[in-house]
């Protein structure tokens, strides 16, 4: 069946069926990619649902690690926060390839989000019971499994992602496999901090192997995977703000910084405009006025810049905790002040590696400074934030108004050399009194 008449007939399919047949809603043939519409698709009402879950789990990782920032807690949290992300990684994949909103897909997703919230209150107790071990390790085993099978349905009603779902579903359950010893109670914890970490390494290149150009060319397929990279880029962005909402929650809830003007207040304020200025940065990319987006200009850049939302996500949660605590708490220990100023400085050099991946098409010489130049003060800034806690005389307040600091000329120098060489600082006013300008009725 020819492109055109296929999109007819489905066009004819829509219906309000309970249960619908899933297809694929892009995919590449030829070498081009193929999209079964072309309107631009935004996050569904179910998937902003799920993500309200994400808001509770990531502040639980979060609080657990700021309460004892050691090394093997902060392992702990790695290991622990890396299988939620796979499992929000699964369903966004799924929507993204195969979204249509019917009963199977909802119900999919309050399944994946009863595991989650079973794994959510066991995974900060891994390390004292053996029982929150298990749960643990159940609850996120039957999520993965679960995603698993319902690529294995989805590909015997569409076949334009059936060979990589196929081959996807075989190694991620082999990968699942690995994760058996930790149910065994007789497996030393150390020896399980190996085995998760092997798991979850294993599941990355897996996912990194399925869908690159070298399984499609070894499937030899006539349909490969496509994503459509607007739904992705704002899903992405959509957990990124999650993560953001850590600085926000607390500095808040439960009125710590009362009464009246105090240190407390002004540290929650600082808060503020540091998560503001996070926002910026990734917003603001790297600046360019044309560019195409690393989804869109290399494979290589596009499997960067997914991976890197991993590292730059726990490092944030993590930092951003210890911030919104700042209004809470009038001293930060040692370990805290490192866990502050390592997990903000790592997001920031993060933030700087994604806005590499851009590729600018704007004219050499058309802004103020070139694109290296404006990002400069990301890795300085993220290589002071990190060194802070060196000076030991610093006190908390004085700690967040420097990396506020950082942050805000960061994003003023990154505004100002983004300027074009014609640019304004402050655009003149037109066509302001009402007798010189047009009305439109």
Known sequence: MSGAAEFETLEKKHNRSLFRQPLALQWIESGRVVKRSEEERQAGRFELFLDLLFVAILANFAEDLAEDVRGANLVKYILIFAPTWHIWSDLRELMNSFYNDDLTQRFLILWIMALLVMYANNATLVAEEIGAMRAAVGSYLAARASTNLMHLFYSFASYHHRPQQRLWCILSSICLCVYIPLFTESVSLRAKIAVAAIGI????????????????????????????????????????????????????????????????????????????????????????????????????????????????????????????????????????????????????????????????????????????????????????????????????????????????????????TSLTHDGQIWEKWQNTDVQNSCYLG
């Open 201 to 416: 390494s294993m599941e990355e290149i897996c996912w990194v192997f399925c869908y690159s150009p070298a399984a499609k060319k070894m499937l030899k397929a006539k349909y490969v995977t496509a994503v459509d990279i607007s739904h992705e880029v704002d899903r992405f962005a959509a957990f990124y703000i999650i993560v953001l909402g850590e600085y926000l929650y607390a500095i808040v809830v439960g009125s710590p910084a009362a009464v009246g003007f105090n240190l407390r207040l002004l540290r929650a304020v600082w808060t503020l405009i540091i998560a503001f200025c996070l926002n910026w940065l990734y917003v603001n990319n790297d600046g360019s006025e044309m560019c195409t987006h690393p989804m869109r200009h290399s494979v290589n850049a596009a499997f960067a810049w997914i991976v890197i939302h991993l590292p730059l996500a726990a490092s944030l949660l993590a930092g951003g905790h210890v911030a919104a605590q700042s209004s809470t708490e009038d001293e930060l220990s040692r370990a805290e002040t490192w866990l502050l100023c390592g997990g903000i400085g790592t997001g920031v050099f993060c933030l700087y590696f994604l806005a590499l991946l851009n590729k600018s098409e704007d004219a050499v010489g058309k802004f103020i400074l070139s694109k290296p130049a404006r990002l400069v003060v990301r890795p300085i800034s993220a290589i002071i934030i990190i060194l802070i806690p060196l000076a030991h005389s610093l006190e908390v307040t004085s700690v967040v108004s420097i990396i506020m600091a950082l942050l805000v000329f960061c994003v003023l120098w990154e505004s100002v």
